[in-house]
């Protein structure tokens, strides 16, 4: 009779610090150089890691700044 419930196998789950280590030290290195220009930066640098996975690493860090807006001034 076979095993009603099959074997799987998992892996340990990393947490999101071990992955981001890398990414955490080159963002801080760029910030400080070319601070609003991380992204294209870290491109050039030849990293490829996704918007997302950098942009949570940046929020992250606290490196988000909210844009301020030009508003025109009606005569």
Not at 8 to 19: A, E, G, I, Q, V
Not at 51 to 69: D, G, M, P, T
Request: with cysteine; proline share 8%; charged share 25%.
């Amino acid at each position: 009779m076979p095993d009603p419930k099959p074997q799987s196998f998992c892996l340990p789950l990393r947490s999101d610090t071990d992955k981001s280590t890398p990414v955490i030290e080159e963002i801080q290195a760029i910030a400080e150089e070319f601070p609003g220009k991380v992204y294209k930066t870290l491109g050039r640098h030849g990293y490829g890691w996704n918007h997302e996975r950098v942009h949570r690493v940046y929020c992250l860090l606290r490196l988000n700044k909210h844009r301020q807006s030009t508003r025109s001034l009606t005569t």
